[in-house]
């Protein structure tokens, strides 16, 4: 017999929120006992699923193991548990230069999603690390989706961009990459597909059009 207690921002928005989620519910599919808690950078979203409501109602008390996939400068490291784990999804080469380094070396095990991770972070002094693919729930990609026309980039070659926008992301880069490789008579179409938080549709597309104006009166 087992309880986990894992912490997470499994309540915000995108891929990383929904990561969190499925790890969760995995270990309860499974008969693991697990409490979740819920770490809030922004904004808590309102379509949580609800069996993590119930699995974060319940008590904390006499958890064997904690499980930390928080962004890495939140973990910390404690021995109140048999077994204190980070889990970390990364796509940098090497973290030696970030203080999430001495983060992870507090704790007793880090998990990443995949070996390439793995190998870096041994490479960079993590001595112990496992590879935890990441879960999903597979009937979503086994269901067939209607296509996505966009007349404009009909008989072209696309190039997609998904994501935030905001300076990390650095979507002027990426539109001005596009302008000065390409012109006019080249069947090429740049698809950005974009949100950012607090932000409405028309914001973002008013945010969006400002920077590929800025970008095209640089050029």
């Not at 309540?11 to 809030?40: H, M, P, S």
């Not at 109140?80 to 980070?86: G, L, S």
């Not at 296509?147 to 008989?155: A, C, H």
Request: charged letters at 25%; hydrophobic letters at 35%; a neutral charge.
């Amino acid at each position: 017999y087992m309880k986990v207690l894992y912490i997470g921002h499994y309540k915000e928005f995108g891929g990383w929120a929904q990561a969190a989620t499925d790890y969760i519910l995995a270990l309860d599919k499974v008969g693991v006992d697990v409490v979740c808690r819920n770490v809030t950078l922004t904004q808590d979203k309102a379509d949580v699923d609800k069996r993590i409501l119930q699995l974060e109602s319940k008590s904390s008390e006499d958890c064997d193991v904690c499980i930390q996939h928080v962004l890495p400068h939140h973990i910390v490291g404690t021995d109140n548990f048999k077994k204190n784990i980070a889990f970390l999804a990364s796509e940098s080469t090497s973290i030696k230069h970030l203080p999430w380094l001495e983060n992870l070396k507090q704790v007793d095990e880090v998990w990443v999603p995949n070996t390439d991770s793995q190998k870096s972070l041994t490479k960079d002094g993590i001595s112990s690390v496992k590879v935890v693919p990441h879960t999903c729930e597979m009937n979503k990609y086994k269901k067939r989706y209607t296509g996505l026309t966009i007349p404009d980039t009909e008989n072209c070659f696309k190039f997609y961009y998904i994501g935030d926008v905001n300076d990390r992301k650095n979507i002027e880069s990426i539109i001005t990459c596009f302008y000065s490789e390409f012109d006019k008579s080249e069947k090429v179409s740049l698809v950005l597909k974009v949100k950012k938080f607090g932000h409405s549709p028309e914001q973002i597309s008013q945010l969006v059009d400002q920077i590929s104006t800025k970008v095209k009166t640089s050029l």
